[in-house]
């Protein structure tokens, strides 16, 4: 039995090879002016694609991988040429918290800042991000579970999903970072495109960050306090969020 099988999977290996071998020997036989015809129906297939009507309704969702291609492209041609990346991070939190916490939060923030701008969608969270070194590790990377990027990779990231989101056509690119390490690459990566496009621009929000303002809030208006810091990196505010 074994051995039919192996006969059998041979001669379909084989087949599949001489079929393949005969349209790479067609293809170069073409004239260059068939070539140039089929290239041309193609392309035109694809244009005829992109301008087909969408055939179900959008759902509500400010999501980019949530949504189709259509519903994209529909989104931009009303108005929604704004787009948020939301960079997270995967590290240690304390015994409390779980590694995502960052992204966690994210999916919640993004959604209700898009939806607040009413023209704005989110790209997927960029979830890892520079957390510390390998080799040695340091900072976050020192405890189990911590994933890191250089920062070079991260910026590298930011670059070629911004670019994509140009090719696309949205003109205001909004990078928001939950997490202390993600802050100089978004800004340096904001930077060197703004210098490097016209009439695209991509806006770095430092603000977003800025947790101490979130804890004199909750102190000032909210009588809210900490007491004990046990210095677990997971505060009551980011739990607050959490949960």
Known sequence: MRKGCSVLGTVLTLA????SLGSAQQRTTLSSEEQARRQAEREKRVQAALASERPIAAIDS???EELTWMEIRDALAAGKTTVIIPTGGIEQNGPYLALGKHNYVLESACEGIARELGTALC???????PEGSFDEP???MRYPGTLSLRNETFQMVLNDVASSLKAHGFKNIIMIGDSGGNQRGMEQTAATL????GQTIVHYIPEFYEYREVFNYMERELGITEPINEGLHDDYVITAMMM
């Open 16 to 19: 599949v090879l001489l079929s």
């Open 62 to 64: 400010v999501w980019i």
């Open 123 to 129: 790209a997927p969270i960029i979830k890892l991000v």
């Open 138 to 140: 340091s900072g976050h």
């Open 194 to 197: 703004n210098e490097r496009w």
